[in-house]
Nanobody
Framework: QVQLVESGGGWVQAGDSLRLSCVGSGVTFSAYSIAWFRQAPGKDREFVAAKRLSGGATYYLDSVKGRFTISRDNVKNTAYLQMNSLRPEDTAVYYC??????????????????WGQGTQVTVSS
């Protein structure tokens, strides 16, 4: 059974940093593209970042470019999201996901097959 478990969330002040981790079990990480999404209260789930299986190209939500970095360690079956210069508008539950999306769907939640349970990130001003 595939399981993804996120950790690293918390309560921080604006300008602080957090690193989220996503550990996979029952799955070979190297066979999948990885992504992070987030969902704030009352809002739809939003794409944050992705790192494709083929070539390792990365994609980011415009508002996080230059602040967030997605990475992966296939040996550890772990994905990371380094978040710097956090802003109050980054407050959300963050989810990791794995799948094999086509290029045009890399930002689409339905393109990812397996999801973690989410970790809360709260940024105060």
């Amino acid at each position: 059974q595939v399981q993804l478990v996120e950790s690293g969330g918390g309560w921080v002040q604006a300008g602080d940093s957090l690193r989220l981790s996503c550990v996979g079990s029952g799955v070979t990480f190297s066979a999948y593209s990885i992504a992070w999404f987030r969902q704030a209260p009352g809002k739809d789930r939003e794409f944050v970042a992705a790192k494709r299986l083929s070539g390792g190209a990365t994609y980011y939500l415009d508002s996080v470019k230059g602040r967030f970095t997605i990475s992966r360690d296939n040996v550890k079956n772990t994905a990371y999201l380094q978040m710097n210069s956090l802003r109050p508008e980054d407050t959300a539950v963050y989810y990791c996901a794995i799948g094999v999306p086509i290029l045009s769907a890399v930002r689409t939640p339905s393109a990812y097959r397996h999801w973690g349970q989410g970790t809360q990130v709260t940024v105060s001003s």
